[in-house]
């Protein structure tokens, strides 16, 4: 079965710092882009960041760059996300999500809740 | 890197058809046929009903269809059911290598 867990939310203050983890299990991770969205509560979804399948590149949202470095460890299967700075309006449900195509999310965590907060 | 943009809400009666717009601009939606479209119910992930503009995943209904024009996608839902009472966000490929979501409609079955 294929499956993306989420892990390492939590409460953070302003400023401070949190790193996410995504483990890939049920199919070869490699093989595909993965992406990290977020969903603030309440709110829509906004696109974060993604990684190609040999790293070669990665991109991000905006409100992001400079803050936020994906890297994934394909030999172990996982996916990160190192958050720097963090912001209040940076708390939100992280999702990772996996590209078969372009832009072609065909597989998702349940998401891991960041609280930026003091 | 504003949202697409979708209509706040729409509502249909069971059985009844509805379409969801999703506008953007040649950057994006009107530049690739990488459009996508979510379906998420309250408290769950996302799940794909439409990739690459109008393909349908497998096990999602024919009930499920999308378009394009230019640069603004449709998701159209015919013979509503209560279960497609839910969120649902378009996605896009940009120029820029980055990808947009729509703002989200919320659907009610009335």
């Known amino acids: 079965e294929v499956q993306l867990v989420e892990s390492g939310g939590g409460l953070v203050q302003p400023g401070g710092s949190l790193r996410l983890s995504c483990t890939a299990s049920?199919?070869?991770?490699?093989?595909?882009?993965l992406h990290w969205v977020r969903q603030a509560p309440g709110k829509g979804l906004e696109w974060v960041s993604y990684?190609?399948?040999?790293?070669?590149?990665?991109y991000y949202a905006d409100s992001v760059k400079g803050r936020f470095t994906i890297s994934r460890d394909n030999a172990k299967n996982s996916l990160y996300l190192q958050m720097n700075s963090l912001r209040d309006e940076d708390t939100a449900v992280y999702y990772c999500?996996?590209?078969?195509?372009?832009?072609?999310?065909?597989?998702w965590g349940r998401g891991t809740l960041v609280t930026v907060s003091s | 890197q504003s949202a697409l943009t979708q209509p706040a809400s729409v509502s249909g009666s069971p059985g009844q058809s509805i379409t969801i717009s999703c506008t953007g601009t040649?950057?994006?939606?009107?530049?690739?046929?990488?459009v996508s479209w979510y379906q998420q119910h309250p408290g769950k992930a996302p799940k794909l009903v439409i990739y690459?503009?109008?393909n349908r995943p497998s096990g999602i209904s024919n009930r499920f269809s999308g378009s394009k024009s230019g640069n603004t996608a449709s998701l159209t839902i015919s013979g509503l059911q209560a279960e497609d009472e839910a969120h649902y966000y378009c996605?896009?490929?940009?120029?820029?290598?980055?990808?947009?979501f729509g703002g989200g409609t919320k659907l009610t079955v009335i």
């Open positions: 996605c896009s490929y940009t120029s820029s290598r980055t990808v947009r």
């Open positions: 040649s950057s994006d939606v009107g530049g690739y046929n990488y």
């Open positions: 690459n503009v109008s």
């Open positions: 999500a996996r590209d078969a195509g372009m832009v072609m999310f065909d597989q």
């Open positions: 990684i190609t399948g040999s790293s070669s590149a990665e």
């Open positions: 049920g199919f070869t991770s490699s093989t595909y882009s």
